[in-house]
Each structure stands twice: as structure tokens, then as C-alpha cells.
């Protein structure tokens, strides 16, 4: 294959990754907007919705649309669950240790998955059969388009989320200024569980629709959501815009790495880059710096 | 030629777009209290920010006993001798009121890694010389009782000494205060202004940013005014009173 | 409580632990048990480390246990494919290691909070994936064996006992230099550095210096505990170096309480075993232990020892002290 097409071929494989990583990092981000943490459990919101997908397409034989929005709504659940058990009662609200309590979360979930669904790969069918299309010349995935427009589909919804219903506007503002917003009602208990429901759901619309291509086991979210948090970094952490940025570009390098330079150290780009970023402009590629005012 | 402990000579520093400082020139003669005093938003802090090496300046420079340190990171500083309170109240809440005073002294003091790892000879001389030094600035500043106490469990108006005590224990040449006596009572800001005093008294120069305009105006030499980013006046307080674009700048210009 | 009364506290504490430490073993011979108790020393000597950075310094890391892996990989590789001598490969170790140390840590200590996180748990990954495709040199995800033994003269260190005697001998060494550091004029500045990076700047202490000096030194304890284990088990995986186990490492420092030495022994004795004693719910394994670390961080943020140690002394030390201030 010339190599032009080579190119194109991983560039399109990119932008599939890309888009996941994009949802995954726009999860990260909403919940860092609205409450400055990092939230590991997101990677598990991304394992449960493939594992609930599984359960409802595979194990309840349900039509598949029906799967995913169940899928969705259930891991949507999930998430708030989480903030309500496990972010609210903390005692301490400092950024370090409600992290942990993320990570502690993300350990206990992962270990109710194994128990569930057991330790072993599991595989889900593609939304519409394998056959690649020739589009510019490489070869795409049904699946492939699939993301793509669910992608664009989020992103949408959420733009008009954000910008045009009050409660998205309230998150904003919760998040430039918890204090202002709760002066002018804004309920910022209400608006955290809702980052974290959001966050679910993200995670979940990534897991689905990925996990047709990759397989899926209880541990299937880690790289990828680690990965997703790379990507929002990259973007400028924080930034909508640049989470979808970030994630798009780091799809596309790291296949475009894969592809031309290594393909067993594919993995470690993405946290190169991470490393790189973040010692060299931590705010990202759309970010601003950060002065401490004493 | 009066020996000055600081010049600052037009310094400028913008924040994102916003012009904090511009142009500020100022002297503080040695062994003397100078207040720095402006409305809201004057740039008092941000001056401090800048002397203390916080902040970079775009623009300009600061000598310190003659030599420039524009730029130069607070660390360094404190070993030339200048050190600073804050404005809002930066001790040592996982620590002791002794512990706070110990680490004052730190800049005076050598044993390192190493020597403190493998508990070389002379870390245990110098702990002792430290933990004297530390309890005798307790006792100018009559904190001895609460030495021992975590400093998180004492009372604003003590926290505030202990910050004082903290940073004179560094033997500094020059002192900056950042706002001294705000929310402190009546009878503790007379506390203050003693102390404040013979701390002067000692040899150490002071500068002091400050809203309490009593305070400034009985202890002070002389009297720095910034407005916006400027300086509008220089002078001892007498002048400072009845200057004008001073008057304007409090309170207001009549329509 | 002056400095001198805590120096004899801390002398009589470490009297006490190594008479225990030379007394166990009269006691307990088992091997299975020695060995999960060595196991405990190498944690141990680890998380002392670890603890200077977390607890002292007021730092993060998440990675430690690439550095873990770094002396494991280090003493195996220089000992087997280079014929060094262990010990001389052990010093290799620590000297690359230490090195390695530096680099990484002048740029990441210059972040805070989350990304600080995120840097250390990047450079975990980007180790652990090397560990795991670098397979001419460290054997691959299959692991690599035929580590030799320990050895000072014609004493071989063969056997689960002997090797107890020598981790737990550096593990006893390892506390005795970290009290000495925390009851220093350096430890005060470490603390000083917690309680408020700006303040301890402003009164002479090199923030940044000191931040990476303690997290070299952490890195060392981690190698030191690495080369040992390579030695004791004479066979090493990437799977034990990977992030898991530097998450692992932190529940240790917190569930003792950041900031006390001996909270640290108290700490690793609780969670190496689980998983052990757990073996028979190595099923449910994760989620124990996934609900420890929780309820543990939701109610007793300020780690279990520390939370008993304020308890019994009745005196008010502030909770929400830079302990667990966001001020990482």
C-alpha cells in the first residue's frame, strides 16, 4: 500500500480513537469544571457501559437501541450514585483526598464487575455488520462511521446543553464561580451530581460504542479513560473545546505513531505527550496560565 | 545621599491586560517605618508581591542595600535580609507556634540532607541554638505560654503575632508588613504599633501596607500613596494629610 | 513537647522496634509467614520513603512504583546479562535510579494537585509499558528469572529467614534516617513547605530544591526496597510495578496517616496481608479493599493512626490542616 494511503488508513483509524477519547476527556473535564477533582471512576463508567450494553443486548436479547439507551441511563444512574455515596458524605473536601476517594470508588467497582461478569474478555457485535467501506481511499468500519456521528451527535446535544437550557447555563456558572452561582440559587450540590450523572453518561456512550472494535473486560476503561484524561490535558484541561481538540489529536497521533514508527510502544505516546504537556505548557493547547494571587 | 535599605524604580506589571502597577518609584530609608497606604485596588499588595519576589516586574527595578534583586525568588531574599508577613495569614497550621518561630530561622541556618539524615555532628548544636534563638523571640513577642500549642488553635490577633515573630526571627534588614492590624481590635492594633516599634527600634526597617489610617499616620516616617497603579504622593504624614490628590483619592472629588 | 523530648520518644520507639525485629523470628518460623512479613519490610521501606514525599512534604506521587521496578529490573538485568556483582548492582541501581530520579523530578514537581498526579502516574505507565516490550533486555510480560542470591562472604541470603534479617535490617536503618530527617531543621522546612509553599519561601527555605531532593530520596528508598526483592524472589514481573501498586503504595501512607513515621508501619502491616489474607475472597478481593480505602477517606481522612494519635491526646489539632488542604 503507497504510503499516501497508509497515511490516510491510520489517520482515519485515528480520528475513531480520537472521538472516544474526545467523550471521555469532555467527561473528565465537566466534572473537573464543576468540582476541580479528577475523577477516576470515569474509566469505569466507560467499562460499565460496554458490560451493560452486553447485558442487555446479549443477555436480555433487546433490540439495540433500546440496549444502548438503557446502557446509558443505567450508568448515567450509577454516577450520580457515586457522588451521592461516596463525594458528598467526605469529610474532607480537599481536592487530594476526594481524588482518592475516586480512585478507592474505581477499585471497589472494578472489583463488582469481576465478580459480575467474571474476568474474561467478552465480545460485542458492531452496530451494523464488519464490512469496511472505501472512503478516500482507506478502509472504515461501519463502526467506525458509528462513532463518528454519535460523536458529533454529543457534542451537539451538549453545546446546546450548556448554552441554551438553564441548567446548562447553571453549570456553567458553577463552574467559573461556586459561590456567585449559589447566590443566585443556583444549587451546587445539585449541579456536582449532575457532573457526575454527565459524566456517566459520556462514559458510557464511549464504552458502547467502542467496544464493538476492541472487546471488552472489566478492566477494558482503564487505558482508555487514562488515555482520554491525556487527551484533555492536551487540550487545555478544563476546555470543552480543547477536550475535543485534544481527543481528536491524539487519536490521530497515536495511530499515526503506531502505524509509521512502533506499534508495541503505541501505548506509551499518549502519556509521552501527556509528560510533555504538562511540563511544558500544563494549560494545554486552548488553555490559559494560571497566576497565584497571594 | 540618605542610605536607602530599598529603591524601587519604575516598576511596572500588568496582569492579563490589566495594569497593576505603573511606574512606581519609591525610596525607603534604612532603619525607618514607611507605610504604603492607598484605596482599593491601589496596587499595595501587588508592590509588595513585586519587593518580595512573587512577582517578576515587566518593567523596572529593585535595589535592596544597594544590590538589585528585580526578579530575584523570595528564597534568596530572605538570606539577604528581607522577609514579609501576609496579608492573609500564611503560618504554619501543621505545625507549633514554636515550630512556625523555628522555621524563621531557617535562612540563618545550614545542616542540610545529608548531614540531617545521618544525624551528622553539629545538627544537634545547631537544633539547640535554633530552639534558643526561637524561644527568645517568643518571649519579645510574649507568646512563651503558647509555644508549645499548634498554631492553628490560636486566636487571629496570635496568629498574626506568630507571623511577625516568624519572619523577624530571620533577622531580617528590612520587614514587610502586609496588613498588619486588619481585623484586629482596638487594643490589639495598639499591641501591634508597639511592636512595630521596637522592632524598628532594633534596627530592622519597615514597610508597612496598612487601611488603618491611625496606625499609619502615628507611627510612620514617611508615607507612600499609590492610586490605580500610581504613586500620587511621597512624604511624612503631615504632608501626606493635607496633599490634595491624597484627599481626592479617599474621597473623592467634589462634582 | 520540645525537641528534645521528641528525639527520646523516637529513640525508645526505634529500640523497641528492633528488638521486635530480632525477637520475631524466635517466634514465628514459618516460612509462609516470614515471607508475607518480609513482604511487609520491603512495603515498608518503600512507604517511609513515599511518606517524606506525601505526609512531610506535602507532595504526590503515583507512581513510586516505577522506581520499585527501576531497582528490581536494575539489579536482575546487571546481575544476570552483565554479571555485576549484587551489590555492585545494587548501587548501580540506586545511582541510575536516583538519577532518574532528578530528571523527572525537576519538571514534575513544578505542578500542583491533579497534575502532579497525572505526571507521575503518566511516567508509571510510560516505565511499566517499557518493562513489558522491551523484552531482549527484561524478559517481557513473561518475567524475568534466575535473579542470584544476596550474598556478604559465604553467607548466602537463600532462605526466607535469612532474608529478613537483611530487609528488615534496611527497613530499620531506612526509619531510623527518616526520623532523623523529619525532626531536623530540613523536615520543619519539608513541613513548613506542606503548611504553605509561599510562606516557607519567603523565610529562606528553597521550596523547589527541597521538593526534589525528597522525592530523589523517596525514589531511593523505592529502588533500595526494588534490588532487595529482586534478590529474594529471584524472579521478577512487570505486573507487580505497575500503577495498581503505586495506588497501593499511597493507600498505605494514608490509611497510617500522612505524616508519621510509625503510622507508616502501621499501614503497611494492614494492607500487604489483605490480599493474602483475603486469598480466600480473591474474588471479592477488590472490593474490600476498594471499600476500606473509601470509608477510610470519606470518615478518617487524616489516616487512622493520626485520627487515634488526636483522640487520645485530646489536644485540637486543626483537621483541615495543609495536611489536607489542596494545597498540593
Not at chain 1, 474509566?43 to 457501559?49: A, N, Q
Not at chain 1, 478507592?104 to 474476568?119: A, C, E
Not at chain 2, 501591634?192 to 499616620?217: F, K, P, T, Y
Not at chain 3, 512479613?37 to 506525601?54: H, K
Request: net charge positive; aromatic share 10%.
Amino acid at each position: 500500500m503507497p504510503l499516501g494511503d497508509q497515511v490516510a488508513q491510520f489517520i482515519v483509524s485515528g480520528l475513531t480513537t480520537g472521538s472516544i477519547y474526545a467523550l471521555i476527556a469532555l467527561g473528565f473535564c465537566i466534572i473537573h469544571n464543576a468540582t476541580g477533582i479528577v475523577n477516576f471512576t470515569q474509566v469505569d463508567f466507560i467499562t460499565l457501559g460496554g458490560m451493560m450494553m452486553y447485558t442487555f443486548l446479549l443477555g436480555l436479547g433487546l433490540p439495540l437501541p433500546l440496549a444502548f439507551i438503557l446502557g446509558v441511563i443505567a450508568v448515567t444512574l450509577v454516577g450520580g450514585l457515586v457522588e451521592r455515596l461516596a463525594i458528598r458524605p467526605a469529610k474532607s473536601r480537599a481536592v487530594i483526598v476526594l481524588i482518592f476517594i475516586t480512585i478507592g470508588v474505581s477499585i471497589l467497582m472494578r472489583g463488582i464487575f469481576k465478580v459480575i461478569w467474571g474476568k474474561n474478555q467478552m465480545a460485542l457485535p458492531p452496530f451494523s455488520g464488519d464490512t469496511p467501506f472505501i472512503i478516500f481511499r482507506a478502509a472504515v468500519l461501519p463502526q467506525s462511521v458509528w462513532i463518528f456521528f454519535i460523536t458529533v451527535a454529543v457534542v451537539i446535544i451538549l453545546h446546546l446543553f450548556f448554552n441554551h437550557s438553564l441548567t446548562g447555563k447553571a453549570m456553567r456558572a458553577t463552574s467559573f464561580n461556586p459561590r456567585a452561582a449559589a447566590l443566585m440559587g443556583v444549587n451546587v450540590n445539585r449541579m456536582i451530581l449532575l457532573s457526575f450523572a454527565l459524566s456517566g453518561t459520556l462514559g458510557a456512550i464511549a464504552g458502547i460504542i467502542i467496544v464493538p472494535i476492541t472487546t471488552l473486560s472489566y478492566d477494558i476503561g482503564v487505558m482508555l479513560g487514562l488515555k482520554g484524561f491525556a487527551a484533555a490535558v492536551l487540550g487545555g484541561y478544563g476546555n470543552i473545546i480543547g477536550a475535543i481538540i485534544g481527543g481528536l489529536l491524539l487519536g490521530v497521533l497515536e495511530s499515526l505513531g503506531a502505524g509509521l514508527i512502533s506499534s508495541n510502544y503505541k501505548d506509551v505516546l499518549a502519556f509521552i505527550i501527556l509528560l510533555l504537556v504538562l511540563f511544558m505548557k500544563p494549560s494545554g493547547l486552548l488553555g490559559f496560565g494560571e497566576k497565584e494571587r497571594v | 545621599m540618605k542610605d536607602l535599605i530599598l529603591q524601587v524604580q519604575e516598576v511596572s506589571i500588568s496582569f492579563g491586560g490589566l495594569m497593576a502597577l505603573g511606574d512606581v518609584s519609591f525610596d525607603l530609608p534604612r532603619g525607618r517605618i514607611t507605610a504604603l497606604i492607598g484605596p482599593n485596588g491601589a496596587g499595595k499588595t501587588t508592590a509588595i508581591n513585586v519587593i518580595s519576589g512573587i512577582y517578576r516586574p515587566q518593567k523596572g527595578r529593585v535595589f535592596f542595600k544597594g544590590q538589585s534583586v528585580t526578579g530575584q525568588r523570595p528564597y534568596r531574599l530572605a538570606c539577604l535580609g528581607l522577609t514579609r508577613t501576609f496579608q492573609n495569614i500564611q503560618i504554619f497550621q501543621n505545625m507549633t507556634v514554636l515550630e512556625n518561630v523555628m522555621v524563621g530561622l531557617h535562612s540563618r541556618t545550614q545542616k542540610e540532607f545529608l548531614s540531617s539524615l545521618f544525624f551528622l555532628p553539629g545538627v544537634r548544636q545547631e537544633e539547640r541554638e535554633i530552639e534558643r534563638k526561637a524561644w527568645e523571640i517568643l518571649d519579645f513577642f510574649n507568646l512563651r505560654n503558647q509555644g508549645p500549642w499548634s498554631a492553628a488553635s490560636l486566636s487571629y490577633g496570635d496568629q498574626k503575632r506568630i507571623e511577625m515573630a516568624r519572619a523577624l526571627a530571620s533577622q531580617p534588614d528590612l520587614i514587610l508588613l502586609d496588613e498588619p492590624v486588619a481585623g484586629l481590635n482596638m487594643t490589639e492594633t495598639l499591641e501591634v504599633a508597639q511592636l512595630i516599634r521596637r522592632i524598628c527600634s532594633q534596627g530592622v526597617s519597615v514597610l508597612l501596607v496598612e487601611h488603618d489610617m491611625n496606625l499609619v499616620m502615628k507611627i510612620s516616617d514617611q508615607i507612600v500613596v499609590l492610586n490605580f497603579g500610581q504613586k500620587i504622593a511621597e512624604g511624612p504624614p503631615e504632608a501626606i494629610q493635607k496633599d490634595p490628590q491624597v484627599l481626592a483619592a479617599y474621597l473623592g472629588t467634589e462634582v | 513537647m520540645t525537641w528534645g523530648g521528641i528525639k527520646n520518644k523516637s529513640y525508645l520507639g526505634l529500640l523497641f522496634l528492633g528488638l521486635i525485629i530480632l525477637l520475631f523470628p524466635l517466634a514465628i518460623n514459618n516460612p509462609y509467614y516470614l515471607n508475607v512479613v518480609n513482604i511487609i519490610g520491603l512495603n515498608t521501606l518503600i512507604v517511609v520513603g513515599l511518606n517524606l514525599l506525601i505526609g512531610y512534604a506535602g507532595q504526590i506521587s503515583l507512581g513510586h512504583a516505577a522506581f520499585y521496578g527501576l531497582g528490581a529490573y536494575l539489579s536482575g538485568i546487571l546481575t544476570v546479562s552483565y554479571h555485576f556483582s549484587p551489590w555492585t548492582a545494587m548501587g548501580l541501581a540506586l545511582l541510575v535510579t536516583g538519577l532518574l530520579a532528578l530528571l523527572i523530578g525537576i519538571p514534575t514537581l513544578k505542578l500542583h494537585g491533579h497534575y502532579l498526579v497525572m505526571a507521575t502516574l503518566g511516567f508509571n505507565i510510560i516505565v511499566n509499558i517499557v518493562m513489558i516490550q522491551w523484552d531482549q533486555v527484561t524478559g517481557g510480560p513473561s518475567g524475568f528469572p534466575g535473579i542470584p542470591n544476596l550474598k556478604i562472604g559465604t553467607l548466602v541470603f537463600d532462605s526466607d529467614q535469612k532474608m529478613y534479617y537483611l530487609i528488615w535490617f534496611f527497613t530499620f536503618v531506612g526509619i531510623a534516617l527518616a526520623l532523623n530527617l523529619v525532626q531536623s531543621r530540613v523536615g520543619r522546612a519539608l513541613r513548613a513547605l506542606h503548611g504553605s509553599e509561599v510562606a516557607a519561601a519567603s523565610l529562606g527555605v528553597k521550596t523547589e530544591a527541597y521538593k526534589v531532593k525528597v522525592f530523589v530520596l523517596s525514589a531511593l528508598y523505592a529502588s533500595l526496597a526494588g534490588s532487595l526483592y529482586a534478590h529474594y524472589l529471584t524472579f521478577i514481573s512487570p505486573k507487580t510495578f505497575d500503577i495498581f501498586f503505586s495506588i497501593e503504595l499511597v493507600t498505605m501512607v494514608i490509611v497510617g496517616g500522612m505524616g508519621s513515621i510509625w503510622g507508616t508501619l502501621f499501614g503497611t502491616f494492614f494492607i500487604t496481608p489483605l490480599p493474602v489474607m483475603l486469598h480466600f475472597f480473591d474474588e471479592y478481593k477488590d472490593i474490600f479493599y476498594g471499600l476500606i480505602l473509601v470509608f477510610i477517606l470519606i470518615f478518617l481522612p487524616e489516616g487512622v493512626v493520626v485520627a487515634l494519635r488526636n483522640r487520645y491526646r485530646g489536644r485540637k489539632r486543626n483537621l483541615s490542616s495543609a495536611d489536607l488542604q489542596g494545597e498540593l
